[in-house]
């Protein structure tokens, strides 16, 4: 995202005055234009959660976390070896992962497994269901930013038409007409479709990664063997994050 802008930016200083590409007007039909339709579509919390989807997809990458699913697989041992006692042993490990801590406390508990896994799994579509609205959100602005910049032209070409006998009117309305529809391109298509789909794509990695571990919570609750648990786990797990505790 910031090597397009950057490309962008790089080509507009080789052009020339690049203050000729800022417009305050063409910003407030766009902007202003894009938020004000798109909120027509969807209600201001699903607007305001999707930007903060956007903001933590900007901020945060994906990352492996092999050591979490190493302590899972600990713990199963321990679990069978030493009963609830082994769990309680080896949470402090893992109190960094809110989800897998929420799952286990409510396996020390003694929740039965299967409604814990039950509970989790209708967690993951809720999280699934709120990032999907999200990109949704995301996307139609995506949609509707074009359009703004095609209104924005044709306000700029009414105003240089209606001004033909002042010469001084007719260069800032063309410009308003032209980065208008720049605006909208730039915002529609290099930011909120982009961003729409990196949610998406984000959404799908956690959930698998968070359903990997409620199957290990669960496992873990019916005091499956660790073996069978990391076949599992690595079944479902790229090859480079995949784990070898177990012969």
Do not use: C
């Not at 910003?27 to 209600?43: D, K, M, W």
């Not at 990664?209 to 919570?217: E, G, M, P, R």
């Amino acid at each position: 995202l910031i090597a397009a802008f950057a490309l962008v930016a790089l080509a507009v200083l080789l052009g020339g005055d690049a203050t000729a590409f800022f417009n305050v007007r063409a910003a407030l039909i766009v902007i202003g234009g894009t938020f004000a339709v798109t909120l027509i579509s969807f209600r201001m919390p699903e607007m305001s959660s999707a930007f903060s989807a956007a903001w933590r997809t900007l901020k945060v990458s994906g990352t492996s976390d092999v050591s979490t699913t190493e302590n899972l697989l600990h713990m199963a041992d321990a679990h069978r070896k030493e009963g609830i006692r082994g769990v309680e042993r080896h949470l402090p490990k893992i109190r960094q992962n809110a989800f897998v801590k929420q799952a286990l406390s409510l396996i020390i508990d003694g929740i039965n497994p299967d409604e814990v896994e039950q509970m989790l799994n209708s967690e993951l579509a809720a999280r699934a269901q709120k990032d999907a609205r999200s990109a949704q959100v995301l996307r139609r602005a995506a949609e509707v930013a074009p359009a703004m910049g095609l209104i924005g032209t044709l306000v700029g070409l009414v105003q240089m038409l209606a001004d033909l006998n002042d010469p001084t009117q007719i260069a800032p309305a063309m410009a308003v007409a032209l980065i208008t529809t720049f605006y909208g391109a730039i915002l529609g298509n290099m930011l909120l479709a982009p961003l729409a789909s990196k949610i998406e794509r984000n959404s799908q990695e956690e959930n698998a990664k968070l359903f990997l571990y409620a199957t290990s919570v669960a496992a873990i609750g019916r005091q499956e063997s660790p073996r069978r648990l990391q076949m599992v786990l690595n079944s479902m797990l790229p090859p480079a994050e995949q784990v070898r505790l177990y012969n």
